[in-house]
């Protein structure tokens, strides 16, 4: 069974830091290209990053750039996000997704596969 897990959510102050992981299960991320994305109730699903398949080249969300990074580590099948100076506005549901386009760039629309979410809440 295809499966995206995400983990590495919670609660945390205001300027804190918080790593979240997406584990695949059933099929190999080498040849996807991943997203991030997060929800707030009420508002759209926004992208907040992307790593593409190959090269492994990155987008970020204007409001995410120089404080969130996107990496990934085939061998562990995992992809992460490590966000750093968390602010109350960050505060969301946050999904991975896996784009099954091989390419050079990455993409908010169009993901194959999704996660259930994991909860990260920037309070103080």
């Known amino acids: 069974q295809l499966q995206l897990v995400e983990s590495g959510g919670g609660l945390v102050q205001p300027g804190g830091s918080l790593r979240l992981s997406c584990a695949a299960s059933?099929?190999?991320?080498?040849?996807?290209?991943i997203g991030w994305f997060r929800q707030v109730p009420g508002k759209e699903r926004e992208g907040v990053s992307c790593i593409s398949s190959r090269g492994s080249s990155t987008k970020y969300a204007d409001s995410v750039k120089g404080r969130f990074t996107i990496s990934r580590d085939n061998a562990k099948n995992t992809v992460y996000l490590q966000m750093n100076s968390l602010k109350p506005e960050d505060t969301a549901v946050y999904y991975c997704?896996?784009?099954?386009?091989?390419?050079?760039?990455?993409?908010?629309?169009?993901?194959?596969?999704w996660g259930k979410g994991t909860l990260v809440t920037v309070s103080s």
């Open positions: 059933g099929f190999t991320l080498d040849y996807y290209s």
């Open positions: 997704a896996a784009d099954r386009r091989l390419g050079y760039v990455c993409y908010y629309h169009g993901m194959d596969y």
